[in-house]
Structures are given as structure tokens and as C-alpha cells.
């Protein structure tokens, strides 16, 4: 089987700065405060909507072709975000995301208005899936924020199911936003050293 064409990759660091716990904590409850939820599912409807509406003014090909790179830049940042709230690198993300944190799509597919908005549908059970994970996640996460504030390392186990989870929430927003054709996966991603890349 082909690997999946949305690649993750997070380098660790060796030992957390503990202070990064309080940020982390802070950020989450103003975005709670927010109606974090909220935007979420307004962003859930309007992506495939925004993407249908520009493929039926462009084409699909130059959906790829000049929405693709722009989309990656701003999937890039949002990985970086995620992996800097689910306690995978103390670099939160600046205008340039670091090299600690690496997406990769290979583009396997041309969209249609209408695949776009099918995959409202289609993808219900991912995120119905992506839901649960969230809920495993938040309890690990906090096994690992005790674990970085005593010994300022995160335990592997935790860290590899959020990373599992990052990259199964990326692999969604790409075939939500129709830059990837195949569905999300739990695959881990092979080293991006070793697969040739045909990014968007």
C-alpha cells in the first residue's frame, strides 16, 4: 500500500520548559471562552462550501494549481499551532513555521465542485472519529503536562498518541479541503527524507 499522501512530522525536543504548561493552559481556556466548539463547526460547513465555490469560478486544476500553495502555508501554521498546544514542541508558530514541524501533501487528485461538497458527508465519520480521539487525547495530555511540570519531559506514550492525533486531524482538514483524494488514516508517516515530495 502506498503511503498516505498527508505527512507529519514532529521533532521533539529533549526537555520541555515547564512555563510552557501555563501558556498552553491559558490559550485553551480563552479559546474555550470564545466558543471554540462553535467556530469549529462553522469552519466544518463552510470549508467544503468555500471550496466548491472556487472551483466552480476556477477549475479544479487551478484550485491546485493557485489555491494549493496557499492552503499548505496556512495548514502548515495550523499543524505547528496543534503541536505546540498538544505539548509536542515549545515553538509556537510565527509568521514562519520551524523546521520541528513538517507537513507534506502529494496531490492525488483533481476536485469537483461536487466532490468537494460530498465530502461534508463522507467525512462525518472521521470527524465523529477525530472527536473521540480529542477525548483521549485531553487525558493524555494532562498525564503529560503533570509529567513535563515534574520531570520537564513528556512520557513517549503521550506523545505518540498526540502526534497520532495531530496527524489524523491534519490528514482531515486536507481531504476536507480537498487537497488530498484518500480518506484520513492512522498510518504513521514515513520520514519525508525518504518520500518524494509533489507538494501543493
Do not use: N
Not at 467556530?39 to 460547513?45: A, E, K, P
Not at 500553495?69 to 495548514?75: D, N, S, Y
Not at 515553538?91 to 520551524?98: E, H, Q, T
Request: glycine share 6%; hydrophobic share 50%.
Amino acid at each position: 500500500m502506498l503511503p498516505h499522501p498527508v505527512r507529519v512530522h514532529v521533532t521533539r525536543p529533549e526537555q520541555h520548559e515547564r512555563v510552557h504548561v501555563a501558556i498552553r493552559l491559558a490559550i485553551a481556556i480563552a479559546i474555550s471562552l470564545v466558543g471554540g466548539a462553535s467556530i469549529c463547526s462553522v469552519l466544518y460547513l463552510l470549508a467544503p462550501a468555500a471550496v466548491a465555490l472556487r472551483i466552480t469560478g476556477r477549475g479544479g486544476e487551478r484550485y491546485e494549481a493557485e489555491d494549493g500553495p496557499q492552503l499548505l502555508r496556512a495548514l502548515h501554521w495550523l499543524t505547528s499551532a496543534f503541536a505546540y498546544l498538544w505539548l509536542l514542541t515549545d515553538k509556537f508558530p510565527g509568521r514562519a513555521p520551524g523546521d520541528d514541524v513538517l507537513v507534506d501533501i502529494d496531490v492525488d487528485a483533481t476536485p469537483t465542485a461536487g466532490s468537494a461538497l460530498l465530502r461534508l458527508v463522507t467525512s462525518l465519520a472521521a470527524v465523529f472519529l477525530l472527536a473521540l480521539l480529542g477525548l483521549a487525547a485531553t487525558v493524555t495530555w494532562l498525564i503529560g503536562a503533570v509529567a513535563i511540570l515534574a520531570t520537564r519531559r513528556l512520557p513517549s506514550f503521550c506523545a505518540d498518541v498526540l502526534e497520532a492525533t495531530l496527524r489524523y486531524q491534519v490528514r482531515l482538514i486536507a481531504y476536507h479541503l480537498s487537497l488530498a483524494r484518500r480518506y484520513p488514516s492512522f498510518e504513521s508517516s514515513a520520514p519525508l527524507a525518504q518520500v518524494p515530495p509533489q507538494t501543493v
